[in-house]
C-alpha cells in the first residue's frame, strides 16, 4: 500500500508486514509507506543530498516501524529510517544530522560489496537483512548472520571504524556547505554513546551496525565548537514538516484515545484538526472525522494530503464512488506521487468499471517504474489485467509481484504461465522469461 498510515491492502500509510526470523524467532516488523512523511523528510535532507551529488528525488525513503534508534542505507539510493528514531527527534537538526550521515555511506560508496545484491533486492529482503545484522554481534564488525532464512554468513552494513569516521566527516561537510549545525549529530551521538554501555536487548541497532568510538565523537564535538553555522537554527519550514511527520505517526501508531488527549477539541490549529480527523476515522467515526477533514480541505485547498485521507476514509468503509473524486483531486495537485496514483488506481478496479479499469491500468503500469520493489502496484495490476482480460498479463503482475516479495516458487510458476499465455518474443514474453531468470537465483522460501 502505498501512501498512507495504514495495514490494509490499500495504498497509503502502508503497513506490510515482514517476518523477521533473523533478529528474533517470531518477531513481526512493519514497513511504512506514506506520500506526505516521505516527501517531507525528502524536503528536509534535500539540501544534504544535493550537496553530496544526489538528486533529491532519487532517494527513496522507507520508514520501519520499531521504537529502536536506529537507520541504515541499502538498495543504491535508499534511505530507511525507524519510526522510533522520527519520534525521539527533538527537533529537524537531530534527524537531518543521521540522514547526513548515512548519505557519507552513499556517497563514499560503502555499500559497493553488496551493491548488486541489494540492487534488486525486496524491501521486506533488505529490512530483515538489517535487522539480521543488527541482531548479530560478531566482534565490532556488525558482520550480519542470518542464517534462519538460509542467508547465513552475508555481510550487511559491515561497516568499519574507518568508514564511519568517513561518513562522519562526509556529513559533517555536508552539514557545512548548506550551513546546518551538527550539534543534532553530536546529540544523537551522546544517546548512544549512553546506549552501548548496556548490552544485548537494550542496546540499539544502531550502535551495533555503526559502531561508536570516543574518538569519532570527540571529532564531531571539536567541529560543533569550531563550525561557522554551529548555532544555526532550524528553519520554520522544517520544524513545521516535522512536527508534521511526528503527529501522521503518532496518530495512526497511537491509540485514537492518545490521539484525541493530545489534540482536544479546544486546539483548533492546522495540525490538532488534522490529528483529530485521522483519530476518529480510525475509531472508526466518520460523522466526527469527515466534517473536520472538509473543514481542512476547504481551508487549505491546494493540500493534497487532506483530499487523500478523505478518500482513504470513504473507500474503506465501502463508499468507492464517493472516494473516487478526492483521491483523483490528490493525483491532480501531486501528479508524481506514485502512491498516490496506486491509490487512485486501486478505487477505479473496485468500481468494476471497465473504462475506470483500463485508467486504472495505465496508472499502475506508470506507478510501477518507481514502485516496483512493493509488491501491491503488481498485485493491483494483476486484478486489473485479470478484469480486462488479459491473463498473460495478469500471469506477469503476479510474477513480478513473487519476485518483489522474494517468493521464489511464485515467481517461477507465474512466470511460466505468462510464458505460456503472452505472444512469444514480445517484450512482455521477453520480460516473463527473464523474472523466471532472475527467480532461480533466489533462496528458497
Request: hydrophobic share 40%; proline share 4%.
Amino acid at each position: 500500500m502505498p501512501s498512507r498510515l495504514r495495514r490494509t491492502a490499500i495504498l497509503g500509510l502502508t503497513l506490510c508486514t515482514l517476518l523477521a526470523g533473523a533478529a528474533h524467532a517470531g518477531d513481526r516488523v512493519n514497513y511504512l509507506r506514506d506520500t506526505e512523511i516521505e516527501n517531507d523528510i525528502r524536503q528536509m535532507a534535500a539540501s544534504v543530498w544535493r550537496a553530496a551529488g544526489l538528486e533529491p528525488n532519487d532517494v527513496n525513503v522507507y520508514l520501519v516501524e520499531d521504537k529502536q534508534l536506529n537507520s541504515f542505507v541499502a538498495g543504491g539510493q535508499a534511505v530507511f529510517i525507524n519510526t522510533g528514531l522520527i519520534l525521539r527527534a527533538e527537533n529537524p537538526n537531530q534527524l537531518i544530522g543521521v540522514i547526513a550521515h548515512e548519505t557519507g555511506h552513499i556517497a563514499g560508496g560503502h555499500i559497493t560489496r553488496a551493491q548488486e545484491a541489494m540492487k534488486n533486492a525486496t524491501i521486506e529482503g533488505i529490512i530483515a537483512m538489517a535487522l539480521g545484522a543488527a541482531a548479530s554481534v560478531a566482534g565490532h564488525s556488525g558482520a550480519a548472520v542470518l542464517g534462519a532464512e538460509g542467508v547465513a554468513q552475508r555481510s550487511f552494513l559491515q561497516f568499519s571504524i574507518a568508514q564511519e569516521a568517513t561518513a562522519d566527516h562526509a556529513a559533517l561537510n555536508y552539514l557545512d556547505r548548506t550551513c546546518q549545525s551538527a550539534r543534532g549529530l553530536l546529540k544523537f551521538f551522546g544517546i548512544l554513546e549512553a546506549d552501548e554501555a548496556l548490552s544485548g536487548e537494550h542496546e540499539d541497532p544502531w550502535a551495533r551496525t555503526h559502531p561508536l568510538t570516543a574518538q569519532r565523537i570527540d571529532y564531531v564535538r571539536d567541529h560543533v565548537e569550531h563550525a561557522r553555522c554551529s548555532d544555526a537554527r532550524d528553519t520554520p519550514t522544517n520544524i513545521e514538516l516535522l512536527r508534521t511527520v511526528k503527529m501522521k505517526l503518532h496518530a495512526f501508531l497511537d491509540e485514537p484515545s492518545t490521539t484525541l488527549a493530545a489534540y482536544p477539541e479546544s486546539d483548533r490549529s492546522e495540525t490538532a484538526r488534522y490529528a483529530r480527523a485521522i483519530a476518529y476515522y480510525r475509531i472508526p467515526k466518520l460523522d466526527r472525522a469527515l466534517p473536520l477533514i472538509d473543514g481542512l480541505i476547504h481551508d487549505f485547498p491546494n493540500n493534497p494530503y487532506y483530499r487523500e485521507l478523505k478518500g482513504q476514509m470513504l473507500f474503506e468503509n465501502g463508499r468507492v464512488r464517493e472516494a473516487q473524486q478526492p483521491y483523483e483531486d490528490a493525483v491532480r495537485l501531486e501528479p508524481a506521487a506514485a502512491l498516490l496514483r496506486m491509490s487512485l488506481a486501486q478505487v477505479y478496479i473496485e468500481t468494476n468499471d471497465p473504462r475506470l479499469n483500463k485508467r486504472a491500468i495505465a496508472y499502475l503500469n506508470d506507478a510501477a517504474r518507481t514502485e516496483g520493489r512493493d509488491g501491491s502496484v503488481w498485485r493491483f495490476l494483476a486484478i486489473a489485467y485479470g478484469r480486462d482480460n488479459q491473463f498473460g498479463m495478469a500471469a506477469l503482475s503476479l510474477a513480478e509481484e513473487a519476485l518483489a516479495s522474494g517468493k521464489k516458487k511464485d515467481a517461477l510458476q507465474q512466470s511460466t504461465r505468462a510464458k505460456q499465455l503472452l505472444a512469444k518474443n514480445t517484450p512482455p514474453w521477453f520480460r516473463a522469461d527473464d523474472i523466471h531468470h532472475e527467480a532461480e537465483k533466489l533462496d528458497e522460501d
